[in-house]
């Protein structure tokens, strides 16, 4: 997702199986990004606070429905999530 300002946040669900992995790039030139990746009703793998320019990997530690969020605060730039199944390693 590419945003001109980003001063909300934007989610998504994704069914994912332990093992496969999640591609977060995080590219902006001003504002910063909260991301919180997480199993539903569980407690969350990854949050990062005024998160600035990153790319990292995220392995997923058991199958399940997990919510994914970048909330922008007067962020210009992009952000992106892609998942890498295990089965393409």
């Known amino acids: 997702m590419e945003y001109s300002i980003l001063d909300r946040e934007e989610s998504a669900e994704m069914k994912l199986t332990e093992g496969d992995r999640i591609q977060v790039h995080i590219s902006h030139t001003s504002g910063n990004v909260d991301v919180i990746v997480g199993e539903n ?3 969350l793998i990854y949050k990062g606070t005024e998160q600035e320019n990153a ?4 392995t997923i530690p058991k199958t399940g429905c997990y919510h994914i969020s970048g ?3 007067r962020a210009k730039g992009e952000i992106s ?7 393409e390693e």
Not at 55 to 58: C, G, H, N, R
Not at 81 to 87: A, G, M, V, W
Request: aromatic letters at 12%.
């Open 41 to 43: 009703g569980e407690e």
């Open 55 to 58: 790319d990292f990997i995220l």
């Open 71 to 73: 909330t922008g605060h």
């Open 81 to 87: 999530f892609t998942c890498i199944p295990l089965k």
